[in-house]
């Protein structure tokens, strides 16, 4: 079955430091990928997508992903984290041909501290 | 102006209630979603509508019965509410099913008690 596996639970970092979020997924053929953020009591918004064309994609607030194919990755990134984006953060993946069902991973809590 | 929205933001009810969650979205989309959070914050698909038919049902309990009048509501109904299902349930749409970003509502909390 497909899955979307995100490596790192709860990440705890400080004001301005680099944050990699990884996300690995398991499907052979053509994918959409996305990166949605939560932010406390908040609704599900897009960060960012990929659909085809530059693996790498920048998305809103400063975030950025790189698909590589090869390792079936979406590693979300952003080099410079503010308190404010203190959130949970959900990668998700819709297959080719599948009915819009979108398999997301199990979340990524992140604490920025100020 | 609200792209997707949800009501009630929160519900609270009794084990054995019957209940029902709206959702109502005015992007003009023609597919609209409804996901499941759990405890652990695990999205999960439950159903999906394109144009008033149904399009995925993910093995949710027949307890779960979800109602599109037209293409811009998808309401979900459930009952005799269970604890297990006390959990977040967001609505979503987008353009087409396939290949298209979904947009999310605010999330309706379900405690059952």
């Known amino acids: 079955a497909q899955s979307v596996s995100q490596h790192n639970h709860h990440v705890i970092l400080s004001e301005a430091a680099s944050l990699e979020l990884g996300c690995n997924y398991s499907?052979?053929?053509?994918?959409?990928l996305f990166w949605y953020v939560q932010y406390p009591g908040q609704h599900l918004q897009l960060l960012l997508k990929?659909?085809?064309?530059?693996?790498l994609v920048k998305g809103i607030k400063g975030f950025e992903a790189e698909f590589i194919k090869s390792k079936f990755s979406f590693n979300l990134r952003k080099p410079s984290v503010q308190w404010s984006d203190t959130a949970e953060y959900f990668c998700?993946?819709?297959?080719?041909?599948?009915?819009?069902?979108?398999?997301f991973g199990q979340g990524t809590t992140l604490q920025v501290k100020p | 102006d609200t792209a997707v929205s949800q009501t009630p933001k929160y519900l609270v009810t009794q084990m054995g209630n019957d209940k029902s969650i709206k959702c109502e979205q005015n992007?003009?989309?023609?597919?609209m979603y409804w996901y499941k959070q759990d405890s652990k914050k695990f999205l999960k698909i439950m159903f999906s509508?394109?144009?008033?038919?149904?399009?995925i049902n993910e093995t949710v309990p027949n307890r779960f019965s979800p109602k599109s009048p037209d293409k811009a509501h998808l309401n979900l109904h459930i009952n005799s509410l269970e604890l297990g299902d006390s959990a977040v349930y967001f609505c979503?749409?987008?353009?087409?099913?396939?290949?298209?970003?979904?947009?999310f509502g605010p999330g309706t909390r379900l405690l059952v008690l």
């Open positions: 499907y052979g053929g053509t994918v959409n």
């Open positions: 992007l003009g989309h023609d597919t």
């Open positions: 998700a993946v819709n297959l080719a041909g599948n009915t819009g069902k979108l398999i």
């Open positions: 979503a749409s987008s353009t087409r099913t396939g290949f298209e970003t979904q947009y």
């Open positions: 509508y394109n144009n008033k038919e149904l399009i």
């Open positions: 990929y659909f085809s064309g530059d693996p």
